[in-house]
């Protein structure tokens, strides 16, 4: 079974959503028959690079809000981030846009070490307080999952993978994704936000249960089995 997840790294309930589906995938019994494919998306494209305030101040000026509602806000998330032992961070986040993330997560995923980067990009922007957008910490995290230095430095100046990075958007507006993170089973059952682990559980039961139909029995007579034949 194929799990697509689309996400962005700018995306706090994604890597919640990263835990919960995680607990539920280790506990499904068919597990390592699953190939999960990580899939980019972008909450705000038209970010700069960096932005030059915090993440309270960026989120109330494009939202609209007072700040004193956006810090209610992380509050909230941070306590939910908690509860899948994740220790966010909001004062220390540095806002920066996510597309040379992406270009990483690409090129990680040519070489099967998806997961490791993706995993390295969430933590080092809402827990550590790093620079997605910088490029010593993308090499570093690139490096660290087993990628060579001079590709992911060759990747962040040639934008090769950039139209990978949109072409995973453009199949997200095809496919009616408008929020992530999105987990899409077997391009057939969608789920959408960081649910409990347990919507999870049941998600991959009856997604693994409909790839795989068993016949219904119209009629019973006498046959032969591996335990000898009707007399």
Not at 89 to 101: E, H, I, P
Not at 179 to 196: E, H, I, K, N, R
Request: proline share 4%.
């Amino acid at each position: 079974m194929k799990i697509d997840i689309w996400s962005d790294i700018a995306c706090p309930w994604c890597y919640i959503g990263k835990r919960r589906f995680e607990r539920a995938l280790a506990a499904f019994e068919h597990r390592d028959e699953v190939e999960v494919v990580w899939h980019s998306y972008q909450l705000d494209p038209t970010l700069p690079e960096h932005y030059d305030g915090t993440e309270a101040a960026y989120l109330a000026t494009r939202k609209g809000l007072p700040e004193e509602q956006v810090h209610q806000m992380f509050a909230h998330v941070a306590q939910q981030a908690a509860g899948e032992g994740l220790d966010y961070d909001f004062d220390a986040l540095v806002v920066a846009n996510s597309m040379r993330g992406h270009q990483l997560l690409h090129l990680a995923r040519e070489s099967g070490v998806a997961d490791q980067v993706k995993e390295a990009l969430l933590r080092t922007h809402f827990v550590e307080g790093g620079d997605i957008g910088d490029e010593e910490v993308l090499v570093r995290i690139g490096v660290a999952a087993g990628l060579a230095e001079q590709d992911v430095r060759d990747e962040l100046a040639s934008g090769s993978r950039i139209p990978a990075v949109r072409a995973d958007v453009a199949e997200a507006a095809a496919l009616g994704i408008q929020a992530v993170p999105t987990f899409v089973l077997d391009m057939t059952y969608a789920v959408s936000g960081a649910q409990p682990s347990e919507v999870f559980a049941t998600a991959l039961e009856q997604a693994w249960a409909a790839s795989r139909p068993r016949l219904q029995q119209l009629a019973d007579g006498d046959a032969c089995g591996p335990d000898g034949c009707a007399i």
